[in-house]
Nanobody
Framework: QVQLVESGGGLVRAGGSLLLSCAASGSIYSGNLMGWYRQAPGKQREFVAQITSGGRSNLADSVKGRFTISRDNAKNMVYLQMTMLKPEDTAVYYC????????WGQGTQVTVSS
């Protein structure tokens, strides 16, 4: 079993920045894929970014050029650096880890005011 705990959410003005962190613990297999999804009120959960254990990343078109995903394999951490935030980035952000199973964190709220 794997546990994921997100931190770093909050309220920020448009154009601002936030750093989300996610700590993974438990039975973590190497070669996993870690990432972030988000869910805005009244909308479906959507992909934001993912990164392999080798450091290869992929981001949604809506956040390219503004968000960066990174990870620290030694610490079992994944990060999402968010810059140039927009009100439409407001959502609950979920950390995920995929190996033979797919694990989700509880989520952290990000609110961007105009």
């Amino acid at each position: 079993q794997v546990q994921l705990v997100e931190s770093g959410g909050g309220l920020v003005r448009a154009g601002g920045s936030l750093l989300l962190s996610c700590a993974a613990s438990g039975s973590i297999y190497s070669g996993n894929l870690m990432g972030w999804y988000r869910q805005a009120p009244g909308k479906q959960r959507e992909f934001v970014a993912q990164i392999t254990s080798g450091g290869r990343s992929n981001l949604a078109d809506s956040v390219k050029g503004r968000f960066t995903i990174s990870r620290d394999n030694a610490k079992n951490m994944v990060y999402l650096q968010m810059t140039m935030l927009k009100p439409e980035d407001t959502a609950v952000y979920y950390c995920t880890l995929r190996d033979s199973s797919w694990y989700w964190g509880q989520g952290t709220q990000v609110t961007v005011s105009s």
